[in-house]
């Protein structure tokens, strides 16, 4: 077999991942306002999709193997070109989805788009008057002729563009046709109530406002006609940090650069004229391909303003409130004590975030704590970790905090809290040169009264108490000694150069968390060669390593039993005849993110499971810190393997299963993993265990049949 038999294309199985997504907009069974924020989060994605992965292929040769690290040997061209095809099918579905179902379902409920054109009377006149004082002041009309060069095209930002042609006789000597140029200003609410100050949620967009009073912009001028663009830019970079002296300025002055990236792709509102477009497109480095011509508005990720809007409640799902963990209700405020008595599991979002916002925060003012470490890759807006590891540095404690300013599109948020904690007296440090800390370690330094103790937070997702709402991740508190002693080890690895000797428990990229990888699998493998119980799920957002991808191949060929849950990428063929029969593949998209890694590994009967900060790509392995920690209390080892692993395994309500030729199947059934999972939290009863399939070795196993979750 050739090797690109063996493997999916990663660009293309990332833009099947977000096809899902939009397939949730597509969902009928969704209420409306959460079919528009799908239809959001897909226009989010597509944009950094673009501005990352099509940007780097565009900087490749057309004929060179397109990715050395998915195992497909497709080239340059031809997946550009394939992503190009799929690209434009799924944007055209999308305003489809929006124009013809989402829009007209949502006006019959009194929430309206309205076009310029069709607002009349005094409606119009209040309408007018708050263009005149609150967006033409701000406006920047620009003619382009020889005198007026073309402006530069900020990434991702809306502009009109006109065909402009003089009125009668012209004093400035203005040319009697040309192309006139205004950026429709990013501060300014995208959409605008009609009438403005009104009670009816109904909206214009303001480019559509703007575009309503070009001739006004331009005096002197008639618009023939218009049309709105948008430029998406290459938002990539590279450090030379070995180079460099001080990383946070050369992240600063990247950051200035990627302003002027490489053109990657223009999005223009449909019906301009040939005559209009060709004045446009001669200014942009693009192929035909890169153009995407679509009905108005573009960017429908401003749509998130109209999901935020009150009331509605019919339109949303359901608000679930996370749970505090049943431990924790009854720790009476002391985490330390609790955490003595045993590990303890958090499931986000189902079990509140604010229990490990309230650890640090009680470990900030807690006068026998003697030091807080702690890692921090995305810790949103007004973050309370942060606040509370700047007092816990205001009141002498030593507080060390890593915080990785290379976190895509957070660079200038982390530069702010790392600004925040300098002047706090924290010490704060960006971590290792060529590698971005993405492991979740928190640990706390206590003098208890018979000794100094380590506790430890472990995290599969990051200190975000936002994104902790909507992603599905998996928590440790613990204050196992030698954990404890792996993490003290990891801090002084990040922030001192310090090599261990050897990992105890945890498992540490990029120092052979690959070849443990592989050796996990090939042990389970050798488990059923010799008769033994063997079996693999494991839980993730992608699996590209190609070094893993053929473990679990020969895996599946010994007859090992094999379940993964991934939820993006994967470039994995599943039921490939005398390769991958015994290998299932299914990704759930729905309400929440699914973001947590968790592995387990039957082990010939003594079971095994561990969660982890990494996916099983080359970039986690080689390129970034990161971390696998083993679950060792039975008790929680039995909830991730028969509640949490086994809700995923039984979903067939937001399920889709991985063909081998990289499209999926959806079932469409009742058994919602999220719901379930709701439940749990809450208290109800409901008993399910993970569902067990035997391996067979010349066919795609089946699906495991669905378990009823007894409820009460």
Request: glycine residues 6%.
């Amino acid at each position: 077999m050739i090797p690109q038999q063996l493997f999916l294309n990663r660009e293309l199985s990332w833009l099947e991942f977000n096809a899902r997504v939009l397939e949730e907009a597509q969902d009928t069974r969704r209420p409306l306002l959460e079919r528009l924020k799908f239809l959001a989060i897909f226009s989010s994605n597509l944009d950094e999709f673009f501005m990352i992965r099509v940007a780097g292929l565009k900087q490749r040769d057309p004929d060179e193997v397109s990715s050395s690290e998915s195992g497909d040997q497709s080239t340059t061209a031809q997946v550009l070109s394939a992503i190009s095809a799929r690209a434009h099918a799924l944007v055209e579905e999308q305003h489809r989805v929006l124009r013809q179902e989402v829009l007209p379902g949502l006006e019959a409920e009194g929430l309206r788009l309205l076009r310029t054109a069709d607002v009349k009377g005094e409606v119009a006149d209040a309408l007018e008057a708050y263009f005149q004082r609150d967006i033409q002041p701000v406006l920047t009309p620009m003619a382009i002729d020889p005198a007026h060069p073309f402006p530069h095209i900020q990434n991702r930002q809306l502009y009109l563009a006109a065909m402009l042609k003089t009125k009668g006789q012209n004093r400035l000597r203005a040319p009697k046709n040309c192309l006139g140029i205004v950026p429709v200003p990013a501060l300014l609410p995208r959409f605008i109530r009609v009438p403005p100050g009104g009670e009816k949620d109904h909206f214009v967009t303001l480019e559509d406002l703007i575009g309503r009073h070009l001739e006004t912009l331009f005096g002197g001028f008639e618009a023939k006609e218009w049309t709105v663009f948008r430029l998406t830019r290459d938002q990539d970079f590279e450090l030379s940090e070995q180079d460099s002296e001080d990383l946070l300025k050369q992240i600063q002055s990247e950051l200035a650069k990627r302003r002027r990236g490489q053109e990657v792709r223009l999005e223009i509102g449909r019906g301009a004229s040939d005559q209009l477009k060709q004045a446009l497109f001669k200014w942009f480095d693009l192929e035909t391909s890169d153009i995407y011509e679509l009905e108005e508005p573009l960017n429908l990720s401003a749509f998130w303003s109209w999901v935020a809007l009150p009331g509605y409640v019919p339109m949303h799902e359901p608000v679930v409130t996370p749970q505090v963990a049943a431990r924790v209700r009854h720790h009476k405020g002391d985490f330390f004590s609790l955490i003595r008595a045993g590990d303890v599991l958090l499931h986000h979002p189902y079990e509140s975030f604010d229990t490990v916002v309230e650890f640090i925060e009680q470990a900030a003012a807690d006068p026998n704590v003697l030091a807080l470490k702690q890692t921090l890759y995305r810790a949103g807006r007004n973050s309370p970790i942060v606040a509370a590891l700047a007092r816990a540095a205001e009141r002498d404690k030593q507080v060390t905090v890593l915080i990785e300013l290379k976190a895509r599109f957070d660079e200038e948020a982390n530069i702010e809290w790392a600004r925040t904690l300098e002047r706090a007296g924290a010490h704060v440090v960006y971590g290792l040169p060529g590698l971005k800390t993405h492991c979740k370690v928190a640990t706390v330094v206590r003098r208890d009264p018979d000794r100094l103790r380590r506790y430890v937070h472990l995290s599969s997702g990051n200190y975000n108490p936002g994104t902790a709402r909507i992603y599905t991740d998996i928590g440790l508190l613990t204050c196992d000694e030698v954990l404890g002693e792996d993490a003290a080890a990891l801090f002084d690895m990040m922030t001192g150069y310090v090599q261990p000797l050897r990992w105890n428990k945890l498992r540490v990229a990029p120092y052979g968390l690959r070849e443990w990888v592989i050796e996990m699998i090939d042990r389970e493998r050798e488990h059923c060669q010799a008769g033994r119980p063997a079996r693999i799920v494991a839980k993730l957002n992608s699996l590209v390593d190609t070094g893993v991808i053929r473990a679990l191949y020969r895996a599946s060929r010994a007859g090992v039993p094999i379940d993964l849950i991934v939820r993006g990428i994967c470039c994995l063929r599943p039921g490939l005849e005398g390769t991958s029969e015994n290998i299932r593949v299914r990704s759930i998209v729905g309400r929440y993110l699914e973001h947590s890694r968790i592995f387990h590994f039957e082990n010939g009967g003594n079971t095994e499971v561990h969660v982890s900060s990494a996916d099983w790509m080359p970039r986690n392995f080689d390129r970034r810190v990161e971390i696998v920690f083993p679950i060792q209390d039975e008790r929680l080892k039995t909830r991730l393997v028969d509640e949490v692993l086994a809700a995923s395994l039984l979903d067939d309500a937001n399920v889709r299963l991985l063909r081998s030729d990289g499209t999926h199947e959806r079932p469409r059934g009742e058994f919602n993993s999220h719901e379930v999972l709701e439940q749990i939290a809450a208290g109800s009863r409901v008993t399910f265990a993970l569902p067990r399939w035997e391996a067979v070795s010349k066919r795609q196993p089946s699906s495991p049949s669905p378990a009823t979750p007894a409820t009460s």
